[in-house]
């Protein structure tokens, strides 16, 4: 009798080994290839959320918008059918309108400045806002300062911009900006971006360096100038109810993967930046690198004079101020 109980409790404890090593595995997705700045920050927060979680949390990830386009991730994410995503703020005002002060033309001077008022109480401030609608924002990552490229003509000032087809991202403060400088807008999701500029239904587009040469947009566009014309974060995004389920301890570690995951994800814009121009020039692009930027901004007059009414001008001061 004995020995049938040592059986039966071996077996017992046999079959606790597994659920203890159980292992939670969970998705994250981007739009751009995985040898870019956010395939970085991807990987990077996957292999620290294994490494912090002692390998009971495994994150999948997926890249080139194999899961869907930006918007449909979010979406994804809302729904609880993918846990988590990486992307750029174009779509995130379709969700969290008041993420849209951050897409304002001109608003940063600079990356520092940029990082210095997403990383403070301003930027901490917005991602509580992702809370109500069903998201945990667990950090803002980078994607950069955008510039324009086409397949037409240089852009050295706003006028040659006029009448240039020009895709844009799903989101209303640019295709309001983008109309100020005369351009027709089409709105349209990233994953079908280079087959758009391929077959020249549209003219051009506009993005930061890394995503233009991650996405190889130097075999379909001609002309790229660095108007710097919009600075365009990042977010690691969660579903909210798979976050409340963490325990605190996990919950942190998640957090902290997306701050490394960011550290990653913005030395890779930073390198990007730095060699982009002449690698870019290397594979036949005309650069413009001198552009009037206040050319720029004196052509948005109107445009932004509406954004002061939409979002309050003491509020975009207080972001174009912050020290």
Not at 119 to 129: F, H, M, R, V
Request: glycine share 8%.
């Amino acid at each position: 009798m004995k020995f049938a109980q040592m059986i039966l409790g071996a077996s017992i404890a046999m079959s606790f080994i597994p659920a203890a090593m159980a292992q939670t595995v969970m998705k994250i997705s981007i739009s751009t290839a995985q040898n870019s700045h956010q395939g970085v920050g991807i990987d990077t927060f996957a292999r620290e959320v294994e490494k912090r979680t002692n390998g009971r949390y495994k994150v999948q990830t997926f890249y080139s918008g194999s899961l869907g386009g930006e918007r449909e991730s979010i979406e994804a994410v809302q729904l609880g059918t993918q846990e988590l995503a990486m992307t750029s703020t174009g779509p995130v005002p379709n969700f969290v309108p008041e993420s849209k002060i951050l897409d304002v033309p001109f608003l940063f001077r600079d990356k520092a400045h940029a990082r210095a008022v997403l990383d403070g109480p301003i930027g901490q401030e917005l991602l509580a806002k992702f809370d109500a609608k069903g998201f945990k924002a667990l950090a803002w990552a980078e994607n950069g300062f955008r510039h324009m490229t086409n397949s037409k003509r240089d852009v050295k000032a706003p006028e040659d911009l006029k009448g240039l087809k020009m895709r844009t991202m799903e989101n209303p403060v640019h295709i309001a900006a983008y109309k100020g400088f005369g351009i027709i807008t089409t709105p349209m999701a990233f994953p079908e971006v280079f087959t758009a500029l391929q077959q020249g239904t549209v003219d051009g587009q506009e993005n930061p360096l890394s995503v233009i040469i991650a996405s190889k947009f130097d075999q379909v566009q001609k002309h790229l100038s660095l108007t710097g014309h919009v600075y365009s974060p990042c977010l690691f995004l969660m579903n909210k109810a798979a976050f409340d389920k963490l325990s605190a301890a996990d919950k942190q570690a998640f957090l902290d993967a997306a701050k490394e995951g960011t550290k990653a994800n913005r030395a890779r814009v930073d390198e990007d930046d730095a060699k982009g121009v002449a690698d870019l020039r290397a594979k036949g692009m005309t650069v413009i690198d001198n552009v009037d930027k206040s050319k720029f901004v004196a052509a948005l007059g109107p445009v932004n004079a509406e954004f002061e009414k939409q979002f309050g001008k003491a509020n975009l001061e207080k972001i174009r101020n912050y020290k």
